[in-house]
C-alpha cells in the first residue's frame, strides 16, 4: 500500500493516507470540522473530525462519550474488539485512545432489499485529546465488507486482508499526523 502527504483544514495539519483516496469535498459537501477522504478503488475512508473537548471524569469517559455519540441511531448491532491507548509519533504526549470495532446493519426490509448493504463494517477509532486548546480530534477508518467483494478471514484469523489494510492506515495516520498551525484551535 502506498501513502500520500495531504493537507487538512487548509494546511493547519498534513497526514499520509493511502494514495487512492480522494477529498470527499470535491464531490460532496463536507463540515467545516471534518475531513473525509474516500477510497477511489472500494468503499473504505478516512473521516477527521474537530471536536469540542470533552469534559468527563477522565480520559476513558471521554473516549466512551464519543463512541456512544458515533453509534447512536445507527440500527447496528456493535462489536468491540479491542481497546487500547496509543500515541501520536509528531504530536508527543497527549492522551491518545484507541478502539477498533464492528458495525452490522440489521437486515433490509423488503421494500428496501434492492439496496445493496454490507455484511459488516471494520472501523478504526483514534481519539486525541488536546486540553489546552479545548479540541478532541477524533479520526475513524471505516472498511466496509460487501457480500462477494472480500476475502473472508483464514482459518485460524480473525482479520481479513481488508481489516488488515485498515490497521495499516490507522498506524500510519498515528506516526504521520503533525499539526502544523495550532491557531487552527482558537479561531
Do not use: C
Not at 500515541?87 to 434492492?114: D, G, R, W
Amino acid at each position: 500500500m502506498s501513502f500520500k502527504s495531504v493537507p487538512l483544514y487548509g494546511g493547519a495539519i498534513t497526514v499520509e493516507i493511502p494514495t487512492s483516496f480522494g477529498d470527499v469535498s470535491t464531490i460532496r459537501e463536507v463540515p467545516d470540522h471534518q475531513e473525509v477522504h474516500l477510497d477511489e478503488n472500494g468503499y473504505s475512508n478516512v473521516v477527521f473530525d474537530i471536536l469540542e473537548y470533552v469534559e468527563k471524569a477522565n480520559d476513558e469517559e471521554a473516549l466512551q462519550y464519543h463512541f456512544a455519540d458515533l453509534i447512536a441511531g445507527t440500527g447496528d448491532s456493535t462489536n468491540l474488539l479491542n481497546q487500547g491507548t496509543a500515541e501520536f509519533k509528531k504530536v508527543p504526549n497527549k492522551p491518545t485512545y484507541t478502539l477498533n470495532y464492528i458495525q452490522t446493519p440489521p437486515p433490509l426490509s423488503p421494500s428496501k432489499a434492492h439496496r445493496k448493504q454490507s455484511d459488516y463494517t471494520s472501523i478504526h477509532f483514534v481519539m486525541l485529546r488536546l486540553k489546552e486548546q479545548g479540541t478532541d480530534i477524533v479520526i475513524t477508518v471505516n472498511v466496509p465488507h460487501y457480500p462477494g467483494e472480500y476475502e473472508k478471514a483464514k482459518e485460524g484469523e480473525g482479520a481479513t486482508k481488508l481489516m488488515k489494510d485498515g490497521e495499516v492506515i490507522k498506524e500510519k495516520i498515528l506516526e504521520t499526523f503533525d499539526i502544523k498551525d495550532w491557531g487552527l484551535f482558537h479561531p
